[in-house]
């Protein structure tokens, strides 16, 4: 019975050196750790433990030549492999499951692991990953390199991606002109939080609002939405205004800028308000905007908290060469395909049923295609 995963590290490069020596085919070791996550396991021996016990049903798709590899070749091999180039092989498989929806929402965020620790802006290995919002699927990852910043590692990750149609948005970390640029030049549109890190496209934007508000807001787009959960109360107003005039040169294409309003309220007592900027290439109602603003955090909700509670990303110590960045990959692929699956329950019981059953495990791998 063929087996799709098989064929999606097909043409990814072999990071180890030509010899004879070679025990086990590089496909075999991503297939069994790829299956392993997704089944529970958390770290190099915990893989090798789950290969070696479910060694009679990888033995139905793969050659396995000298059985099951140890935690130690698995390690060595992660270390080893480009983190670009396999994170890219999976992106290829899972945009393909969303390509049929059209028009795709790209959320891109970074998120540490924080006993990883790597010579990074944030002292820790950093991830920034795109995440396609309403199919709930990675799309590409790339991680922080010693020294960098997630500012300078979006671009990466974006030209890695097809933006053709899509609506990129990004938190602050993400407000710069060339990145902006290259979304645009892509194909994609975008949505962006303005904050204080560009003072001067942050001031002529409250500028804006403030001559809208002195016109009583004529002209403007407004939305409002309520929300909450958990004895909180939350509502936002968002307000849009088209074709902004005053703001500095070097931002293309700039078709609105948005005033996200919101206030809380929890167990009956009202917080202080807040207040966030955005600019976008969109030309669309304030209600489609507020959806993409809000949506956004989804990568915070449906990615981020389910890899610290389910995976316990934060707790990983994994250091060496580039394996703390690919296992955060499979980690990510493995949220993708266990939360497609239609079956009750939260993540961490589906990566326990994946572990116990083999035609679940391969049920929510048949959302990897080639």
Not at 18 to 38: F, G, Q, R, S, W
Not at 69 to 93: I, Q, Y
Not at 234 to 261: F, H, S
Request: proline share 3%; glycine share 12%.
């Amino acid at each position: 019975m063929p087996l799709a995963l098989t064929t999606v590290f097909a043409d990814l490069p072999d990071p180890r050196i030509e010899t004879a020596n070679k025990l086990h085919p590089l496909t075999d070791i991503l297939v069994i750790a790829t299956c392993a996550v997704i089944a529970g396991a958390d770290g190099w021996e915990e893989i090798a433990e789950y290969g070696q016990s479910k060694e009679d049903f990888f033995r139905r798709f793969l050659e396995l030549p000298n059985g099951v590899p140890s935690h130690d070749t698995f390690e060595r091999v992660f270390a080893k492999l480009d983190p670009d180039a396999f994170a890219d092989r999976f992106g290829r498989g899972m945009r393909a499951l969303c390509e049929s929806t059209g028009l795709v929402h790209i959320a891109v965020d970074g998120k540490s692991a924080r006993r990883s620790a790597q010579g990074t802006f944030t002292g820790c290995l950093h991830l920034v990953s795109a995440w396609a919002t309403e199919s709930r699927l990675i799309l590409g990852q790339r991680s922080v390199p010693e020294g960098g910043h997630e500012i300078t590692t979006v671009p990466d990750l974006l030209a890695a991606l097809n933006l053709n149609g899509a609506v990129v948005t990004l938190d602050a970390a993400g407000c710069q002109k060339a990145t902006v640029e290259q979304i645009r030049q892509q194909g994609g549109d975008y949505v962006v939080c303005v904050k204080g890190n560009q003072k001067g496209l942050h001031d002529a934007v409250a500028d804006v609002f403030d001559r809208a508000g002195g016109a009583e807001l004529a002209g403007c787009d407004m939305a409002g939405e309520a929300g909450g959960g958990d004895g909180r109360e939350e509502e936002r107003y968002v307000t849009v205004v088209q074709d902004p005039e005053g703001l500095p040169g070097g931002w293309t294409d700039v078709g609105a800028v948005a005033l996200v309003c919101r206030e809380r309220r929890a167990k009956g007592q009202k917080s202080e308000g807040t207040g966030h900027y955005y600019i976008t290439s969109l030309r669309v109602r304030a209600a489609v905007l507020a959806g993409y603003i809000r949506n956004h955090w989804g990568i915070e909700n449906g990615l981020h908290w389910v890899l610290d509670v389910a995976f316990r990303e934060d707790d990983s110590r994994a250091r060496t060469g580039h394996a703390a960045a690919n296992l955060g990959m499979l980690r990510r692929v493995a949220v993708s395909l266990l939360t497609r699956t239609k079956v009750k329950g939260s993540i961490k019981t589906r990566r326990m049923k994946a572990g116990w059953d083999d035609n679940y495990l391969l049920q929510v791998i048949q959302g990897i295609t080639a």
